[in-house]
């Protein structure tokens, strides 16, 4: 995986955000250019169609592409200060112009926009361990309503289980017998158990 790819893995442009962050548009999408402070070589960000990103570092005094920096196996004082500020350019890109997005079932999608418009409440990332996984939680008390999971269904039983993503929500205690069925609803496990339900 190239080092764009770690940088960027899980992350959409915000094309609002890179405007605002000093994108331009052309041609080719849009385009952002900055002076890397220590070599003063030129690096131009692409950001095109289907979240496809291009860079290019080129030397000012030859006018040609540098990419030794692109090379961990290259080592060496200057190299490894122009691999050091391009990292730096794009995890800040990545940062400040890209969204996460780790879930990519569209009923998961739809919910998360949901509670976005309606409460204004976004999903927090806790577990380095599990960077598939996210919260919801009430602002005035700092209590977990939901959990989004990516996991293997078969930890649930069914028989036929593959990687999905799971919503664990708080319901009102009595209306759980009503509606568990083992099949699309299961007992919650990783909030209130008396409360909790989890949907596959």
Same mark, same amino acid.
């Given at each position: 995986? #190239?080092?764009?790819?770690?940088?960027?893995?899980?992350?959409?442009?915000?094309?609002?955000?890179?405007?605002?962050?000093?994108?331009?548009? #052309?041609?080719? @999408?849009?385009?952002?250019?900055?002076?890397?402070?220590?070599?003063?070589?030129?690096?131009?960000?692409?950001?095109?169609?289907?979240?496809?990103?291009?860079?290019?570092?080129?030397?000012?005094?030859?006018?040609?592409?540098?990419?030794?920096?692109?090379?961990?196996?290259?080592? @060496?004082?200057?190299?490894? @200060?122009?691999?050091?500020?391009?990292?730096?350019?794009?995890?800040?890109?990545?940062?400040?112009?890209?969204?996460?997005?780790?879930?990519?079932?569209?009923?998961?999608?739809?919910?998360?926009?949901?509670?976005?418009?309606?409460?204004?409440?976004?999903?927090?990332?806790?577990?380095?361990? #599990?960077?598939?996984?996210?919260?919801?939680?009430?602002?005035?008390?700092?209590?977990?309503?939901?959990?989004?999971?990516?996991?293997?269904?078969?930890?649930?039983?069914?028989?036929?289980?593959?990687?999905?993503?799971?919503?664990?929500?708080?319901?009102?205690?009595?209306?759980?017998?009503?509606?568990?069925?083992?099949?699309?609803?299961?007992?919650?496990?990783?909030?209130?158990?008396?409360?909790?339900?989890?949907?596959?």
């Amino acid at each position: 995986m #190239s080092l764009v790819d770690q940088i960027f893995k899980n992350k959409i442009a915000n094309q609002s955000k890179l405007i605002a962050y000093g994108f331009e548009r #052309s041609n080719s @999408g849009l385009k952002f250019v900055t002076i890397l402070p220590d070599s003063k070589f030129k690096m131009t960000i692409v950001i095109g169609k289907n979240n496809l990103i291009t860079t290019l570092v080129v030397d000012p005094v030859t006018n040609t592409p540098y990419t030794l920096h692109l090379s961990n196996s290259n080592v @060496g004082g200057f190299v490894e @200060g122009v691999r050091h500020d391009y990292q730096t350019v794009l995890k800040s890109i990545a940062e400040h112009c890209f969204d996460t997005e780790i879930f990519k079932n569209p009923q998961t999608k739809q919910l998360i926009e949901y509670v976005r418009k309606r409460y204004g409440d976004e999903l927090e990332f806790l577990w380095q361990k #599990s960077p598939n996984n996210a919260i919801w939680r009430r602002p005035d008390t700092q209590k977990w309503y939901a959990t989004i999971l990516t996991m293997d269904t078969h930890k649930l039983g069914v028989k036929n289980g593959h990687v999905d993503e799971i919503i664990d929500l708080r319901i009102q205690p009595g209306k759980m017998a009503d509606l568990v069925d083992n099949y699309q609803y299961f007992p919650g496990w990783h909030m209130n158990k008396k409360t909790g339900i989890r949907l596959c």
